[in-house]
């Protein structure tokens, strides 16, 4: 007996302390089984930190879908809901785990006015605006829901009359879908519980392509000949591992395109919605069509391919905060149409947040032709005393311009080049900067501003290629430089010691003081950005650092930087682990054109060891 209760205790233990033992401690982990990133493990100074950590632990525990897989089976045998995520309706329907009633508010209104901004922008730059309101399946199939649950969305008709007073051009897919779904299947049964099929989606594009076609003759409503239409076998709930057996409608589009989504590497997206795609449309009509900018959610996230065909080119943004930055990607993409589509689940801060969409503002437009000619100073109109330039960092896709110096009275800043007017926006640094199409800028542009007290100001400026720093880099003991994968390591062997965070920072050179932080980056990702030099012209150490709690590692570089220039820098982390980091694709520019001397002072110039004091602790510098 005192053995099977060894036995029973051993199990018990086992139960309870081997999964923590296999918890995923990976950076930036896309989980399958919830389509979503997986929580990360918070800094202590940050808001709700007890909170954050007991979703890391549910998120992270090992074996985790094993367990809520098991967990959905035990509850399906014993008739209760699936998981707190799923709900099961009348006829075997499945739908997403209800929730309570949603009244119309405040929270409406602000984002229908954020709307009315979005389209007042666009169309004040040419071009067509549209949202796109898609339910979601609990609305559409609300007779099948559980016996005593009575859907209410009053709010979704409330909220588009008066998108319709403001005058918002939008095409809601309520109605179509609701009177189709008493004849075909536009969502599944039980096959994800929340988004369209393919047929709902076929039909819900064409309905945006019928309100589009108004404006664009061009543009018209897909036929069913232009697919492959077919079904597959579904074995599993979607982003789930708990068994169904369902025949869905596939389709697959005719038209052939190319994928150059790749190129477009260093955009600025929200670090937890960072879903983009750029294709373009290789059939022999289309030439007749728009290049079309969505931003889009899950709806149209894993189907692409619906809004390809009636497009020249379709640009895919995740629409989840990033939206509320419009007008960057509008420089970059210059679209002939823009539509914001936009599911019923989805009207919550966490998705759009209502303070940002509150104070959301755009450049107004301006009248370019009337300041093309620059010869004499225009009417009402004072010229820019200093001297500004304006710097371009090449890359793939498109280009980062930037301006080389603050200015620190403008509201709102323009550069034109041509037939371009660019909205530069004005970054934590005092930068203004922007992304634009790859040769867009050319030698020379037109620089106009207005200033708080309406004063309007404008001059030309020189447009130069930004040069990058020689990449003459020295490294501590645990940082080097891999020649067969072209990445930066950092990594650590001392005991306890966990890296947190990638920081750039600038030393003076002479000195070796710590000058200040330029950027600091916590997760896997892109980091990119522009600081203005504020210390006296001369040599400096630009270096970067894996922080850490114990003994930092790191990587230095020498830079001649001179007094009010801007320098714009860029670095990609590969993977942010507690023991190890990889940096690629790291960047430092300026437009402070090397001399000879500087050359041969640079080439020779040889570091010596010594210590550096920072705000963070001492720093070993290193031969």
């Known amino acids: 007996m ?50 954050t950590i007991e979703k890391y632990l549910q998120d992270r525990i090992g074996f985790r879908d094993t367990i809520v897989t098991g967990y959905q089976l035990f509850n399906s045998a014993i008739g209760k809901e699936l998981t707190q995520t799923y709900t099961n309706g009348q ?3 499945v739908f997403f785990h209800m929730h309570n009633n949603i009244p119309y508010g405040d929270y409406h209104k602000t984002f229908a006015e954020a709307v009315l901004k979005m389209q007042e922008y666009c169309e004040s730059r040419g071009s067509k605006f549209y949202f796109l309101f898609n339910p979601e399946k609990i609305s559409v199939y609300r007779r099948y829901l559980p016996v005593g649950v009575n859907y209410n969305d009053d709010w979704v008709d ?29 969502y599944n049964q039980k096959y994800d519980a929340g988004h369209w099929n393919d047929l709902g989606a076929f039909y819900g594009t064409n309905n945006l392509w019928k309100r589009i076609g108004e404006d664009y003759p061009s543009v018209t409503e897909y036929s069913l000949d232009e697919w492959d239409v077919s079904t597959i076998q579904s074995k599993y709930y979607a982003n789930s591992r708990f068994p169904v057996d369902e025949e869905v409608p596939a389709f697959t589009l005719k038209t052939n395109w190319s994928d150059i989504t790749k190129k477009y590497t260093g955009l600025n997206m929200n670090k937890n919605y960072k879903s983009f795609r750029y294709y373009v449309n290789e059939s022999k009509q289309a030439y007749q069509y728009p290049r079309l900018l969505v931003f889009q959610g899950s709806f149209y996230n894993s189907r692409s391919q619906f809004l390809v065909g009636r497009t020249r080119e379709y640009i895919g943004v995740h629409d989840y905060q990033n939206v509320l930055n419009l007008d960057y990607y509008y420089n970059i993409f210059q679209p002939e149409i823009v539509v914001f589509e ?45 001297t500004i330039k304006c710097g371009v960092v090449e890359g793939d896709g498109f280009d980062r311009i930037y301006l080389d110096r603050g200015l620190y009275s403008a509201k709102y800043v323009y550069l034109i080049s041509e037939d371009y007017v660019f909205d530069l926006q004005l970054d934590t640094y005092g930068v203004y900067s922007t992304g634009v199409p790859h040769n867009a800028i050319k030698n020379t542009a037109i620089l106009y501003y207005e200033d708080y007290e309406g004063n309007k100001y404008q001059t030309v400026v020189d447009v130069q290629k930004a040069e990058e720093y020689p990449d003459k880099l020295t490294y501590t003991d645990g940082a080097s430089y891999n020649n067969k994968t072209n990445k930066y390591v950092f990594k650590t062997g001392v005991a306890d010691n966990n890296f947190s965070a990638v ?80 940096v690629d694709e790291y960047k430092v520019y300026g437009m402070c054109p090397w001399t000879l001397n500087e050359q041969e002072l640079f080439a020779d110039f040889q570091i010596t060891t010594g210590t550096v004091e920072t705000e963070e602790g001492k720093f070993e510098t290193f031969n």
């Open 158 to 186: 409330e909220m588009l009359a008066y998108m319709k007073e403001l005058g918002v051009h939008y095409v809601s897919n309520k109605d179509l879908l609701m009177d189709l779904s008493y004849d075909e299947v536009v």
């Open 503 to 582: 920081n750039l920072q600038l030393i003076d050179m002479m000195s070796r003081k710590y000058v200040g932080q330029i950027a600091t980056k916590k997760n896997a990702g892109d980091c990119t950005g522009s600081f203005i030099h504020k210390a006296e012209s001369g040599w400096y150490i630009i270096r970067m650092k894996a922080n850490s709690n114990k003994q930092d590692e790191g990587m230095d570089l020498i830079a001649y930087l001179q007094k009010g220039k801007t320098y714009f820098y860029s670095f990609h982390i590969d993977k942010l682990g507690k023991k190890r980091i990889t």
């Open 342 to 386: 936009v599911a019923e689940y989805t009207f919550k801060d966490e998705y759009f947040d209502s303070n940002k969409m509150k104070s959301l503002t755009f450049n107004p437009a301006i009248d370019s032709d009337k300041l093309i000619n620059t010869d004499n100073e225009p009417e009402g109109q004072i010229a820019i005393a200093q």
């Open 91 to 93: 006829d075997g329907y």
């Open 2 to 51: 005192r053995k099977l209760k060894l036995i029973y205790l051993v199990l018990f233990l086992g139960v309870l302390f081997v999964p923590l033992a296999f918890i995923n401690t990976e950076e930036n982990v896309q989980s399958q089984l919830d389509n979503r990133k997986l929580v990360e493990f918070p800094d202590k100074d940050d808001t709700g930190y007890e909170k």
